[in-house]
């Protein structure tokens, strides 16, 4: 009776799904010819500034734009800006904002609304996740950081057309960085308006990308209709999107399976075999790292000795040959493959090498020296996760080895994402699962976690932060390359984190749909997206 009520539930969520036609705001009807796309996490906000997450980053992709757009090779083209010019010493932008892009609501876009925002995103009363990402201009980190003014920012409309940006140093990446989410234009009466809730409710979201948020039933699901007012409406080949919301891999790949979606992210590695045999199952590649980072100032953790030997007893690659799969590979380091060192040509891991080890005599000597062993045991660990099938697999896989080979105590507690990641950034944890994806194509990107003095390990280091800003401020790609390899081997040294595998991005797509492509940061991009 209890399986059958289940099933009974998943026929009617499915049938239910299939069913809906909703409407916008405005009346609009929902087409029935629209892509289906399985969402797996609830936005916490779709704030530019403020959103943290993969599927955050992907909603707001749908619905906002920068100055440039990533095309499916990961390179900038672009988008709001039509050109740009850059100083002989790299240190000057200067950006031409097209004259026909436009706000969903018809009103222009202009290269003041770029300003506006990215001097909120900075603004210290806002306590923006993403400021750090604009640290990369002139006066950034100080105007953050109340060092200086909003005024002394290296970002000016000099007219509604034109944006100069003025970088602290040289960044060869930074074209990149305007494709992502934290660059994107905010409008400052939408904002204003209401500045607690304006990013969290379709009614109040005001975009400026190929579509627009007409429904935001919280928890349920996301309705979408092709934004008629952007400038580039033309390559929009859908008319709308329907993006159902759940957590669970099953639930997900059921809608898919059951027709009421079209594609969804991270299938139940039960499944992945079976759904290649139907041609369903693809992987995309990714530049990211998942891994457990440990609170340094939570007993034992508090012990780089013991968050050392935590680590060492994981065997990797047997995580991810029998739990996780779908082409990724195991993480000795925390920069993952697939970056180029500047200084030589190769890839970055690849110069790097390993900084961790599989040693499980070494683990329990490290124990020892740190002052544990039968007269003084390790205190209880909780391994905190949020709630996901593969998130669950992993973490009773680590509990058992740490129970087994360290004859610790360990017990496990999931939380839904939301409540999950405010834990995790505010420090109430001792260890926690966690992943990074780059924000943009260097290593940069994952070495800048543990310089901000808010990451979740509640780590701060005067050394550390001295050797990004030197990372920041050179424009010596050998001492730069050097300085980064050197920054990475400080994060494995001190034992931050525990990487356990190197991403990939599994997921499964009906045959119908096409014209979309999957970003390596993680995000997937709709506006060619089309039904055949």
Known sequence: MKRLGIYSVLLILILSLTLMAGCSRSGETIPADTLRYALEQEPSTLDPAKSSTLPES???????????????????EPAMAESWTMSSDGLVYTFKIRSDAKWSDGKPVTAKDFEYAWKRALNPTVAANNAYMLYVLKNGEAYNTEKAS?????????????????????APYFLGLTAFHAYYPVREDIVEAAPDTWATNADTLIGNGPFK?????????????????????????????EWPISESQSTRLTLVEGGAADIMVEPPVADQERLAGLGLFKVAP???????????????????????????????????DTIVHGGKTPAYAFVPTGLIDEATGQDFRQAGGSLVSYNVAEAKRLLQEAGYGPNKPLPPVTILYNTNEMHKA????????????????ISLQNQETKVFMANREE?????????????????????????????????????????????????????????????????????????????????VVRDTIDGFFWSSLGTVDFKQAYRK
């Open 58 to 76: 992907t909603v707001e992709l749908a619905i906002f734009e920068g100055l440039t757009r990533l095309n499916d090779k990961d390179m900038p």
């Open 150 to 170: 909003a005024d002394e920012v290296g970002v000016k409309a000099i007219d509604d057309y034109t944006l100069v940006v003025t970088l602290e140093a040289p």
């Open 213 to 241: 948020l007409v429904k935001w039933q919280h928890s349920s699901e996301l309705q979408f209709v092709k934004n008629e007012q952007y400038w580039d409406a033309k390559a929009v080949r859908l008319t709308a999107m």
């Open 286 to 320: 990714s530049l990211g790292t998942y891994y457990y980072v440990f609170n340094v100032t939570a007993p034992p953790f508090d012990n780089p000795l013991v968050r050392k030997a935590f680590s060492m007893v994981i065997d990797r690659k047997v995580i991810v």
């Open 394 to 409: 992993i973490a009773e896989a680590v509990q058992a080895i740490w129970q087994n080979e360290l004859g610790a105590t």
């Open 427 to 507: 420090g109430h944890y001792q260890v926690a699962r966690a992943s990074w994806i780059g924000d943009y194509v260097d290593p940069q990107t994952f070495l800048d976690v543990f310089s901000d003095e808010a990451n979740d390990a509640q780590y701060h280091s005067e050394a550390y932060t001295a050797l990004m800003n030197r990372v920041h401020n050179t424009t010596d790609l050998k001492l730069r390359s050097q300085l980064m390899h050197e920054a990475e081997a400080m994060i494995l040294d001190e034992a931050l984190v525990l990487p356990i595998y190197f991403t990939t991005t599994p997921y």
